[in-house]
């Protein structure tokens, strides 16, 4: 998508690069003093995300999941990747509840979203912030609006909306833009409003289906650079993704999927397989 307005974009966020030297042992903290608030129970011996033998078949017997098992640990930065029609959104789809899996176990931070009664779901969802390819902003709202409203709609008291919508527009790179509404932002600052609205709740996963899929090579980069960061602040990332280059450049663990079934699933990989 070109800037529009004559916006020039910046080359790289605005933030400091935080993705520098890290020890492991201050990851938690960090991430608690930057997103705001710490609400960590997981353990190292207790994986965010467990997938035991999961198929999901549609009401029309397509079968877009095939005995899939997949572990997770927390602080992970997993690509998923395949062809259009592997199952890639099917998964994330079980992952934030919009569908439930057929047969087998899906297993939040300790919980199976199968048998997880519907009232519990906006509390488990509360663990998760999601990322589109299409964005998906209120056009209407600014973007402090857009990101103040993920709050809102959660029943976040008044004082503490503020001080959290700040932070994460500054973590993303947009305090200067904050009152534009998104038809004067480019592409790629629609995404980072998406991928800051999607922080603002301090979740533990961020999952991105195809979030660069309507943005041009440059502002891609820009954006897994952001996403990056913000694992590099004890946040676990799923990201969906056709984008080879960046696939195969960054070296981070590669799920492959191919007709429902995970054909790979490497550490260090590639987007394509190399043997
Ligand atoms: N709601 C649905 N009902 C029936 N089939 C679906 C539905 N959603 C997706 N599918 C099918 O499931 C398969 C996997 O789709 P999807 O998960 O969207 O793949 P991907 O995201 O990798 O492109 C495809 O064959 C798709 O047509
Ligand atoms: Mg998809």
């Known amino acids: 998508m070109p800037p529009i307005g004559g916006r020039t974009i910046q080359a790289s966020t605005a933030e400091p690069n935080l993705i520098t030297a ?4 201050t990851t938690r903290s960090i991430r608690s003093r930057v997103l705001g608030r710490s609400q960590d129970q997981a353990s190292p011996e207790r994986p965010l995300l467990v997938l035991h033998d999961v198929t999901m ?9 095939r005995d899939v098992d997949l572990v997770i640990p927390e602080g992970d930065f997993v690509f998923l990747v395949g062809p259009s029609g592997a199952g890639k959104s099917t998964l994330i789809k079980l992952l ?4 439930v899996a057929t047969r087998g176990e899906v297993v939040l931070d300790g919980q199976d979203l199968a048998h997880l009664p519907r009232r519990q779901v906006p509390r488990i969802r509360r663990k998760i912030g999601i990322v589109f390819q299409d964005f998906k902003l ?7 609006e857009n990101v103040a409203f993920a709050l809102e709609v959660t029943g976040t008291p008044r004082g503490r909306i503020g001080p959290a919508v700040d932070r994460v527009l500054a973590l993303v790179g947009l305090t200067d833009q904050a009152q534009q509404v998104p038809s004067q932002l480019s592409g790629g600052e629609q995404q980072r409003t998406a991928i800051a609205r999607a922080l603002v709740h301090d979740p533990r996963l961020i999952i991105a289906d195809e979030p ?3 943005l041009d090579p440059l502002i891609s ?3 897994l650079q952001l996403l990056l960061r913000i694992n590099e602040l004890g946040v676990t990332v ?4 056709h984008n080879a ?3 195969t450049a960054l070296r981070r663990r590669v799920v492959a999927l191919e007709e429902g079934w995970v054909i790979r699933d490497e550490v260090g990989g590639a987007y394509h397989r190399e043997d």
């Open 212 to 214: 660069t899929g309507n």
């Open 96 to 99: 934030i509840r919009d569908e």
């Open 238 to 241: 799923m990201m969906a993704t």
């Open 57 to 65: 078949r549609y009401p029309n017997g397509k079968l877009a999941l």
């Open 138 to 144: 209120l056009p209407s709202k600014s973007v402090w």
């Open 245 to 247: 280059e960046v696939v």
């Open 221 to 223: 980069w820009e954006i």
């Open 22 to 25: 890290t020890p492991p042992s």
